[in-house]
């Protein structure tokens, strides 16, 4: 069975740069047939899509975000990894990783709340 | 910036239908965007109910259901239950490599 776990620090001071880690357990990182995508959302506010990779390399990004976002992976430690810089306090939010495909994500890990501040 | 508009909330009640909008501030949402439904219970993971258009994730029950109305993407629950009641997200492939959710729609079942 698939499992994603979100890793990272939970605490990041405001115009530094968060570093997530994903790592996927259960099954391949490596697969052509998936993508592999970051998803954040705000306490008590709605999901917002962050970016997704393929194991080819090909990265997407929200446009919103793409001048803060890196999203990369290590296909041998089976993991992917999300870099947001430049935080400020509106960056505070629990972050999911999932698998992306057919328009979804499924599974999504547990979720990794990052706060914001100094 | 397109933005992907969903009713704020909804209630129904036990055993009543209800049926949610997904649509985009610049024209008509079509199979083409492959919408696909997220349920969110506080605290909890979001869950795959619907994707591209109208399959319904695997383990979901047949009260959920997908299409497209107008020019809108929709989310239907027939015979809602108590365990309904939850956020519902809409997710929409905008093109060129670009996702985005809706604001989400609280569901009230009383």
């Known amino acids: 069975q698939l499992q994603l776990q979100e890793s990272g620090p939970g605490l990041v001071k405001p115009s530094e740069t968060l570093s997530l880690t994903c790592t996927v357990s259960?099954?391949?990182?490596?697969?052509?047939?998936?993508?592999w995508g970051w998803v954040r959302q705000p306490p008590g506010k709605g999901l917002e899509w962050l970016a997704t990779?393929?194991?080819?390399?090909?990265?997407y990004y929200n446009p919103s975000l793409k001048s803060r976002v890196i999203i990369s992976m290590d296909t041998a430690k089976d993991q992917f990894s999300l870099k947001l810089s430049s935080v400020t306090s509106a960056d505070t939010a629990v972050y999911y990783c999932?698998?992306?495909?057919?328009?979804?994500?499924?599974?999504w890990g547990q979720g990794k709340l990052v706060t914001v501040s100094s | 910036q397109t933005v992907v508009t969903q009713e704020p909330s909804f209630a129904v009640s036990p055993g009543g239908t209800v049926t949610l909008t997904c649509g985009l501030s610049?024209?008509?949402?079509?199979?083409?965007?492959?919408p696909s439904w997220f349920q969110q219970t506080p605290g909890q993971t979001p869950r795959t109910l619907i994707y591209?258009?109208?399959t319904r994730s695997s383990g979901v029950p047949d009260r959920f259901s997908g299409s497209i109305l107008g020019n809108k993407a929709a989310l239907t629950i027939t015979g809602a239950q108590a365990d309904d009641e939850s956020d519902y997200y809409c997710?929409?492939?905008?093109?060129?490599?670009?996702?985005?959710f809706g604001g989400g729609t609280k569901v009230t079942v009383l």
């Open positions: 591209t258009t109208n």
């Open positions: 999932a698998r992306h495909f057919d328009h979804r994500f499924d599974p």
């Open positions: 997710f929409l492939y905008l093109g060129s490599g670009v996702w985005v």
């Open positions: 610049s024209g008509s949402v079509s199979t083409t965007n492959y």
């Open positions: 990779i393929h194991y080819s390399g090909t990265t």
């Open positions: 259960g099954g391949s990182i490596s697969s052509s047939s998936y993508h």
